[in-house]
Structure formats: C-alpha cells, structure tokens
C-alpha cells in the first residue's frame, strides 16, 4: 500500500499524456491505464507517449497497462434499462459519458487491486459537452472515488480550451491556412498564446508544435472511438436543436447522479461480497 | 429536418441491444468519416486549382 502511486486514466492524447507528465514530479510510480472495449480502435498507438514519457523521466516510474471495460460499460448502459428510460429518454445515448463512468469505475477497481490512492484525468473544461468532463459530473465522480478511501483530482481541467470553434471549423481553418498560404510560418506560430494542455506540453518539450490537438500526429498517438457520432446526433442534432446547453447540463447530471449511485452500489458490492465479479474482467 | 433524422436515429438506437447499438453507432462513425474525407478530398482539389490558377502555373491534372 502507497500513496506515492498515481493511475492516470490514459488514452494517449495531448491531455492525458500532460496530465502524466505533470503529476510524475509528486510521485514514485505513475499507472498510466488504458481501456478497451468493443469499438475502440489503435488502442496500441497509447504505447508512443506512454514510452516517450518513460524516456522522458525514467522507465521504472511507469507502468502502462491495458484493461478491458467491455462488460462494465454493457452493464452501466442498460442496467434497469426500461426503468431509466421512461425517467431520463434520449440521455442513455450518452454513451461516450456511460463509457468513462465504466472507464472510472474500473479504475476504482484497480486501485483497490493495487493499493493506489491517487487518481487523476485530463479532464478539460473545454469538452464540457461530454457527459464525465461537466464539473457537476466531476464532483459526484469525485464523491464515488471518496467513498473507496481514493482521492481522484484533474491537474488540467482549469487549462484554456484550445480553439473557438467546432471541430470542422477549426479543421477548415487550418486546412485553408496550410494550403493558400504554404509560405507562411505555420499558423501555431502566430496563434495567440493561450494556455491550453498542448501548448504547456510543447513548453515542456512533449509536443512539436502548441496546437497538435486533432492533427494527424496527435491521431496517430491515441486510440479512436467513432462511436462518438452517434452521442453527437443525440446531443448536436436532437437535444441542443430545441433546447439550451443550461437545460443539457441539468438533464445529464440528472441521469448521471442515478448512474454513478449505481456504480458506487456495484463497486461496494464487489468489494464487500465480491458480487458482479465478471464485470470487470 | 435534421432533428427529425436525429430523433429517428436515436430512437432507431434506443430499440438496439448492446453489441448491435455498437455496430450501428460504428457505421454511422464511419459514414460521417467517409464524407470528412469526400469533403477534404474536394476542398484539396480546389485548393490546388486556385493556388496554380494564382501563380500561372498549370494544374496537375489537365491545362
């Protein structure tokens, strides 16, 4: 038992792998944990930024390990299927939210398994969208790791959003940028300097440029879901179409209180009776 | 129109049972990753056309 330990939920992108790189100066051993399940794709390109942040400040300060959350991310999403949708509707679409609540709820799992206090993510105020990154989410996710003696933190969630903009937008931008104006310097450089997770990484030396979030070189460092869209039709197109991003936030920490009540009651279960053993394996 | 698609998709979702709702949140992931790449594709083209109509030069696919 060690509170010199730290998991860091770890998907390979620019905020899990600064999340890394920022706590590994207040402890020994650094778990960066990966997860997978059906749909998650290059779940081997994490190895890249887990390995350059062991050359970086020792091999023997981290272990990267791959876990598999297909059965509790089954679970969390259809237990008491009819029940919960005639009480929150639409919100079981929340599936990338559902995903990170199996994700936390097995790293709850590994903690106990190996002793670890400390849990941490790269959660970003910027992606308030998603279900496990809104900050009344956030707490009630940080009262359930309460509940098992684990102090669970977010080192980068202050950190500025990196661009105004959806997706496509930002893409077109940089797109249109690179391609009229090849003999510019590039547009990372002229950018304003905000302080984002990719830019501190690149102060850091762990990234080549501010701005690698969404590019080919950040891509090919993390694992994919593109199961994400059919959460974005739920979201962009169905709830957000007639309804405002207030009355999101109220709906999905409503669904989301109910969830995490019942994982916290799962989790208690297996630790006390060793109940819903298969879950989580 | 596009919230009645959403609605249908999502209900069309709701009715699926896990491995099936992963499949079909799978195809339609790929589906709007397919016109990304159509949409990319064109604006390449486009692009290069205008960049070799501004400098003189001509496109490399015809004069």
Same mark, same amino acid.
Request: hydrophobic share 40%.
């Given at each position: 038992?060690?509170?010199?330990?730290?998991?860091?939920?770890?998907?390979?992108?620019?905020?899990?792998?600064?999340?890394?790189?920022?706590?590994q100066?207040?402890? +020994?051993?650094?778990?960066?944990?990966?997860?997978?399940?059906?749909?998650?794709?290059?779940?081997?390109?994490?190895?890249?930024?887990?390995?350059?942040?062991?050359?970086?400040?020792?091999?023997? +300060?981290?272990?990267?390990?791959?876990?598999?959350?297909?059965?509790?991310?089954?679970?969390?999403? #259809?237990?008491?299927?009819?029940?919960?949708?005639?009480?929150?509707?639409?919100?079981?679409l929340?599936?990338?939210?559902?995903?990170?609540?199996?994700?936390?709820?097995?790293?709850?799992?590994?903690?106990?398994?190996h002793?670890?206090?400390?849990?941490?993510?790269?959660?970003?105020q910027?992606?308030?969208?998603?279900?496990?990154?809104?900050?009344?989410?956030?707490?009630?996710i940080?009262?359930?790791?309460?509940?098992?003696?684990?102090?669970?933190?977010?080192?980068?969630?202050?950190?500025?959003?990196?661009?105004?903009?959806?997706?496509?937008?930002?893409?077109?931008?940089?797109?249109?940028?690179? $391609?009229?104006?090849?003999?510019?310097?590039?547009?990372?450089?002229?950018?304003?300097?905000?302080?984002?997770?990719? +830019?501190?990484?690149y102060?850091?030396?762990?990234?080549?440029?501010?701005?690698?979030?969404?590019?080919?070189?950040?891509?090919?460092?993390?694992?994919?879901?593109?199961?994400?869209?059919?959460?974005?039709?739920?979201?962009?197109?169905?709830?957000?179409?007639?309804?405002?991003?207030?009355?999101?936030?109220?709906?999905?920490?409503?669904?989301?209180?109910?969830?995490?009540r019942?994982?916290?009651?799962?989790?208690?279960?297996?630790?006390?009776?060793?109940? #819903?053993?298969?879950?989580?394996? | 129109?596009?919230?009645?698609?959403?609605?249908?998709?999502?209900?069309?979702?709701?009715?699926?049972?896990?491995?099936?709702?992963?499949?079909?949140?799978?195809g339609?992931?790929?589906?709007?990753?397919?016109?990304?790449?159509?949409?990319?594709?064109?604006?390449?083209?486009?692009?290069?056309?205008?960049?070799? $109509?501004?400098?003189?030069?001509?496109? +490399?696919?015809?004069?």
């Open positions: 038992m060690t509170n010199r330990d730290v998991v860091v939920l770890f998907s390979g992108g620019t905020d899990s792998t600064l999340t890394a790189a920022l706590v100066a207040d402890y +020994r051993t650094v778990h960066l944990l990966t997860f997978d399940r059906l749909g998650f794709h290059g779940i081997g390109n994490t190895s890249l930024n887990a390995r350059m942040l062991a050359e970086r400040y020792g091999a023997d +300060r981290f272990r990267h390990e791959t876990v598999h959350i297909g059965r509790l991310f089954k679970f969390i999403a #259809y237990e008491r299927y009819l029940q919960n949708l005639r009480k929150h509707g639409f919100h079981l929340s599936t990338c939210g559902l995903c990170k609540l199996a994700m936390h709820m097995r790293t709850i799992r590994y903690c106990l398994e002793g670890v206090r400390h849990a941490t993510d790269g959660s970003n910027g992606m308030s969208i998603f279900p496990a990154q809104m900050r009344p989410v956030l707490d009630e940080r009262r359930m790791y309460d509940r098992f003696g684990i102090r669970y933190f977010t080192p980068v969630y202050e950190f500025d959003a990196p661009d105004e903009g959806d997706y496509l937008e930002q893409a077109n931008r940089r797109f249109l940028e690179a $391609g009229l104006h090849a003999d510019r310097q590039p547009v990372e450089e002229v950018k304003e300097s905000k302080r984002t997770p990719g +830019r501190v990484l102060e850091m030396g762990l990234a080549p440029a501010p701005d690698v979030k969404g590019t080919p070189y950040d891509r090919k460092r993390q694992a994919r879901c593109f199961q994400l869209v059919l959460f974005n039709v739920f979201v962009l197109k169905w709830f957000l179409a007639a309804h405002s991003y207030e009355e999101y936030e109220r709906a999905t920490v409503r669904f989301f209180r109910d969830k995490i019942r994982a916290t009651e799962v989790l208690e279960a297996n630790r006390q009776q060793g109940k #819903y053993e298969k879950l989580f394996r | 129109m596009s919230r009645f698609i959403a609605f249908f998709t999502c209900c069309l979702a709701l009715l699926l049972p896990h491995r099936l709702r992963c499949w079909f949140a799978e339609l992931g790929w589906l709007v990753q397919g016109a990304y790449f159509m949409y990319y594709g064109l604006l390449n083209r486009l692009l290069r056309e205008l960049r070799d $109509g501004g400098t003189g030069e001509k496109g +490399r696919n015809g004069p």
